[in-house]
């Protein structure tokens, strides 16, 4: 499968705390970008980085790429209970035109 | 901009019936995919329209087929219909195509199929 494997399936934490959560791929990328979805919504497009970027920021996420690992990791820093949600990394195969998504790290913040 | 919206958003159906579910992408985006989400399989490509055209399709049988019309609103249909058709169906479009692109998701459609 070319799908993205996140790690961990679930992760619990208490408000304030960072929350970290990584993506393992099979095959060369163009890019990765990694989606929320709330309660089995539709999702919601945090960040992409392209295949040559290592490192990019928006607000309180931090997103990293490792092209020779072939991974990714997702920080939320201070959390909040609103980031209450499943995190999935999609991934964009080098010539596959196609779009694969993980399996999703489910994120419950404690307030 | 208005959003992707996605109609009907909830759909039953029974074992056998066919179904068709729209998507209007946000105004300008050309490219419309579609997935799969179910707890069991995750999220699941469907197939991708690109200008009319489908530029995509993941591995699902014949019965799940879409289009995509001139002003870029796309539909999916399903035939046939079997009990594991129960699912979110999501759409998402971009500007240009998935995966190279931001995509943005409509709130999906919740098929049940009894």
């Known amino acids: 499968s070319q799908q993205g494997e996140e790690d961990p399936q679930a992760l619990s934490i208490q408000e304030g705390e960072n929350a970290t959560m990584n993506c393992s791929y099979k095959?060369?990328?163009?890019?990765l970008q990694w989606y929320r979805q709330n309660s089995g919504r539709g999702l919601v497009h945090l960040i992409l980085i392209r295949s040559n970027e290592r490192e990019k920021h928006s607000g309180r996420l931090r997103v990293t790429l490792d092209t020779s690992k072939k991974s990714s990791s997702l920080l939320i820093t201070a959390s909040r209970a609103a980031d209450t949600a499943s995190y999935f990394c999609?991934?964009?195969?080098?010539?596959?035109?196609?779009?694969?998504f993980g399996s999703g790290t489910k994120l419950n913040v404690k307030p | 901009k208005a959003g992707v919206t996605q109609t009907p958003r909830y759909l039953i159906k029974t074992r056998g019936q066919q179904v068709t579910l729209s998507c209007s992408p946000i105004?300008?985006?050309?490219?419309v995919s579609w997935y799969q989400q179910t707890p069991g399989q995750g999220l699941q490509f469907l197939f991708e329209y690109f200008s009319e055209t489908q530029r995509n399709k993941g591995n699902f049988p014949g019965r799940f087929s879409g289009r995509q019309f001139s002003n870029s609103r796309s539909e999916m249909n399903v035939s046939t219909l079997e009990l594991g058709d129960s699912a979110l169906y999501l759409c998402?479009?971009?500007?240009?195509?998935?995966?190279?692109?931001?995509?943005?998701f409509g709130p999906g459609t919740r098929l049940t199929v009894l």
């Open positions: 999609a991934t964009d195969p080098y010539n596959f035109n196609k779009f694969y």
């Open positions: 105004s300008g985006h050309r490219s």
């Open positions: 998402a479009s971009s500007l240009g195509a998935a995966g190279g692109d931001t995509q943005y």
């Open positions: 095959t060369s990328i163009n890019n």
